[in-house]
């Protein structure tokens, strides 16, 4: 389903929400005014108080490894540089021994950063789930904080009076 039409299929489904609402209103003698909020979640992800402290975390748990894979690639220079500076004068095992060292640092700091993009990749992953999910029972307690009959997280266009974002953000911050 392409993106356009997930946001028009959300719409509807927001407006067929307040209809429902409203009809359920009048029903019970009440006055037929919907109030709607909007959430931004995708702001929230990404630019929360939470979200930048949890991204920074990892940023910290993660500089230790990456500064131990810089290390390696200035010796991995200083030896390359070096086997270039005495290949002339080195006989053919000696060159063979050195090259195969550079080869296994190479190779060695290869994996060593394809392993800490995965695992970086998957801490990022997993910390944005555990945000999502809160931010998602937050949203669900919306309603009755808030006295909203709908919370909408995606919308075309919406009413700048009617974004409670900044409002879940603080609750996110607690």
């Given at each position: 389903?392409?993106?356009?039409?997930?946001?028009?299929?959300?719409?509807?489904?927001?407006?067929?929400?307040?209809?429902?609402?409203?009809?359920?209103?009048?029903?019970?003698?009440?006055?037929?005014?919907?109030?709607?909020?909007?959430?931004?979640?995708?702001?929230?992800?990404?630019?929360?108080?939470?979200?930048?402290?949890?991204?920074?975390?990892?940023?910290?748990?993660?500089?230790?490894?990456?500064?131990?894979?810089?290390?390696?690639l200035r010796q991995l220079r200083a030896l390359s540089a070096k086997l270039?500076?005495?290949?002339?004068?080195?006989?053919?095992?000696?060159?063979l021994v050195r090259s195969r060292a550079v080869g296994e640092l190479e190779?060695?700091i290869a994996r060593a950063q394809a392993q800490i993009s995965d695992d970086?990749?998957?801490?990022?992953?997993?910390?944005?789930?555990?945000?999502?999910?809160?931010?998602?029972?937050?949203?669900?307690?919306?309603?009755?904080?808030?006295?909203?009959?709908?919370?909408?997280?995606?919308?075309?266009?919406?009413?700048?009076?009617?974004?409670?974002?900044?409002?879940?953000?603080?609750?996110?911050?607690?």
């Amino acid at each position: 389903m392409n993106k356009q039409l997930k946001h028009a299929t959300a719409v509807c489904f927001a407006l067929g929400l307040a209809w429902s609402a409203s009809a359920a209103a009048q029903d019970i003698g009440r006055p037929s005014e919907v109030r709607v909020a909007v959430v931004n979640v995708e702001r929230l992800l990404a630019d929360s108080q939470r979200a930048r402290a949890t991204a920074a975390k990892i940023e910290a748990d993660f500089l230790p490894r990456r500064e131990r894979i810089a290390a390696q690639l200035r010796q991995l220079r200083a030896l390359s540089a070096k086997l270039e500076l005495d290949a002339p004068h080195l006989d053919d095992r000696e060159k063979l021994v050195r090259s195969r060292a550079v080869g296994e640092l190479e190779r060695t700091i290869a994996r060593a950063q394809a392993q800490i993009s995965d695992d970086y990749a998957d801490r990022t992953a997993a910390e944005r789930a555990a945000l999502a999910k809160r931010i998602h029972d937050l949203i669900q307690k919306l309603p009755a904080q808030l006295g909203v009959d709908v919370v909408l997280t995606r919308t075309v266009w919406h009413r700048p009076q009617i974004d409670v974002t900044d409002k879940v953000a603080a609750m996110l911050d607690r």
